[in-house]
């Protein structure tokens, strides 16, 4: 079946601008994370959803950063007055549950110019 | 110091070698993963642990939930297992700490 789907795969913009970026979890999973990878570094937590439960949002690193996540399957992490900071490859991963493993989709290299 | 140590950071392999590769933590954990990405980004959920051990083909994980520590083992490693591995824990809540990953080369 589909992996985990995420648009667009790369992304240019100017810093200031607000930026948008998709997730299509797999089909049934009620767990969905976003991570950041920035330029060599680690995999960095942002926000994660389960089901209809409250957002855990402890990772995002600035108000600039929101998620949500839309009747329980898609989810949009949007950052708002992009900073060159801001640049990394944005991954999203989805799985059944907390307990299971998780599947990462390919990323959006987000780059601010 | 990191809440998340890998070590080695890079490790470089002959065809046909045993490999393993350590994690640390120090927090309190519900569960660990390994994860691999490869040159290009793709990452790949290996294993995730809560006690015990692991194996999926030429692959085991191994974690001691007492000394905060898990190891991944490759055997009869192959140049296709050039990868980074990524060592990940979940805590009490759900936020997953990351280490800064294994870098590892295998030659043919």
């Known amino acids: ?113 | 110091k990191n809440e998340v140590e890998q070590s080695p950071q890079n490790l470089t392999a002959q065809e046909g070698e045993f490999i393993t590769i350590n994690c640390s933590y120090s927090v309190g954990i519900s569960a660990l993963h390994w994860l691999q990405q490869h040159p290009g980004g793709g990452i790949v959920s290996l294993f995730m642990l809560s006690s015990g051990k692991k194996k999926h083909g030429r692959l085991i994980a191994t974690i001691n939930i007492q000394e905060k520590h898990s190891s991944l083992h490759i055997t009869a490693s192959h140049p296709r297992d050039s990868a980074v591995y990524i060592c990940a824990v979940r805590t009490g809540g759900f936020k997953t700490i990351f280490g800064a990953g294994t870098r590892l080369f295998v030659k043919a």
């Open chain 1, 1 to 113: 079946g589909a992996g985990v789907s995420q648009s667009p795969s790369n992304k240019v913009t100017e810093k200031g601008k607000d930026v948008e970026l998709r997730c299509d979890p797999i089909s049934g999973h009620t767990a969905l994370y976003w991570y950041r990878q920035s330029l060599g570094q680690g995999l960095e937590f942002l926000i994660y959803f389960q089901g209809n439960s409250a957002p855990d949002k402890s990772g995002l690193p600035s108000d600039r950063f929101s998620a949500e996540r839309t009747g329980g399957s898609v989810s949009t992490l949007t950052i708002q007055r992009t900073q060159q900071e801001d640049s990394a490859v944005y991954l999203c991963a989805s799985s059944w549950g907390v307990q299971q493993p998780q599947h990462f989709g390919d990323g959006t290299r987000l780059s601010i110019l």
